[in-house]
């Protein structure tokens, strides 16, 4: 158990729907990450939050949007979802921003769009 | 620029055998190295980290990584291949960049063992 808990653990909804994903990180994590692993892209970065500020994006689609709470829980935002946002999400968290930290993965939210 | 290439996108040992996975990466500054592991359907476990101290990692499970500077790799290795050892394997290098770590995944190698 890394600590990271993500729910839902599964979700399924259809195309144009939004959905929101959930994560929270370990008790003294300060950095939230979020990750889309499918069959076609592999595993991509999206978006970093370090202490509610977001730090840095990679491969995320403007329909999506993130954000990290004051209690240091985030939120990924899906919406107009389409059949190839099929995948698994994942959080993570780590310490800090240095190179050095660890970061630790939540189980997953398996989202399905129909 | 930073990046990580993983050699093989599958690799098959038999039980007992030794296992090899290799990992290259690219890093303007002094990166920190890990090794992920991902079960079917579960999320990624750290097996081991390299952060500039001994070059020689030992993480958990019996694996071992050896940063080499000068070859730019750091491929993991374990002496006898076990049956749960079956996964998805991901190095990884992060550096710090303008205040923000930044993190590259490879693109994975997957571990088949043979009984």
């Known amino acids: 158990d890394s600590g990271v808990t993500q729910t839902p653990k599964h979700l399924i909804t259809a195309t144009g729907q939004r959905v929101t994903l959930r994560c929270s990180p370990r008790?003294?994590?300060?950095?939230v990450y979020w990750y889309q692993q499918s069959l076609d892209q592999g595993l991509q970065f999206l978006i970093q939050y370090y202490n509610g500020e977001e730090r840095a994006k990679g491969n995320i689609l403007e329909r999506f949007s993130a954000q990290q709470f004051p209690d240091l829980h985030s939120e990924l935002n899906l919406s107009s979802l389409e059949l190839g946002d099929s995948a698994l999400y994942f959080c993570?968290?780590?310490?800090?921003?240095?190179?050095?930290?660890?970061?630790?993965f939540g189980p997953g939210t398996r989202l399905t769009v129909l | 620029a930073q990046s990580v290439t993983q050699l093989d996108s599958h690799v098959s040992v038999s039980e007992g055998t030794p296992v090899l996975l290799r990992c290259n990466y690219s890093s303007s500054y002094s990166p920190s190295l890990f090794w992920y592991v991902q079960h079917p359907n579960k999320g990624l476990q750290l097996l081991l980290k390299?952060?500039?101290?001994?070059?020689l990692v030992k993480g958990i499970n019996g694996f071992e990584a050896e940063f080499k500077k000068s070859e730019t790799s750091f491929h993991l290795t374990k002496p006898s291949a076990h049956m749960s050892d079956a996964a998805e394997y991901f190095c990884v290098v992060s550096d710090r960049f303008g205040g923000y770590q930044k993190v590259t995944f490879g693109t994975g190698t997957k571990l088949q063992v043979i009984p």
């Open positions: 993570a968290s780590s310490a800090g921003t240095s190179g050095a930290d660890t970061q630790y």
């Open positions: 008790s003294g994590d300060l950095s």
């Open positions: 390299y952060t500039s101290a001994a070059t």
